[in-house]
């Protein structure tokens, strides 16, 4: 792996079909799209699902807003997806396992990450985003309590 590059697994309590309509329709990713302490509404995230489509989202927190505009490069559902954000050349590809058992793991490799991006602080943040996207999956599934 080189020093521009991050990966990021979770294993997920849900069916694979459940985690990959999470990850690519706009009222789910509303729950948990950014670091804990910012919101993206429902409303300011486009995701046109294809590849050259358009995935857009806007994080709001404390210190203004976020925007994110990137290009569907992959869609193959419901397995893997990838875009490309072309203001920084991050190129970030995500694959859904199935596990069985209603488990689902998902694998997060960024490339081309900028360095701002590979800092303890924003890195732990995204950690906080895979924290709320399991949180909403718990609820959608009624295993809240389960660990």
Partial sequence: MRDDELIHQRVLKAPRELVWQCMTEPTHLA?????????????????ELQPGGRFETVMIGEHGSHQMRATFTEVAPPERL????????????TTFTDLGDDRTEIMIHQRHVPEALRSPDTRAGFLTSLDKFEAHLAHLTGTCGDH
């Fill in 82 to 93: 990838a875009w490309l954000e072309p203001d920084s050349g991050m190129h970030t590809t």
């Fill in 31 to 47: 729950h948990f799209w950014g670091p804990r302490g910012t919101s993206t509404p429902a409303d300011g995230i486009v995701v």
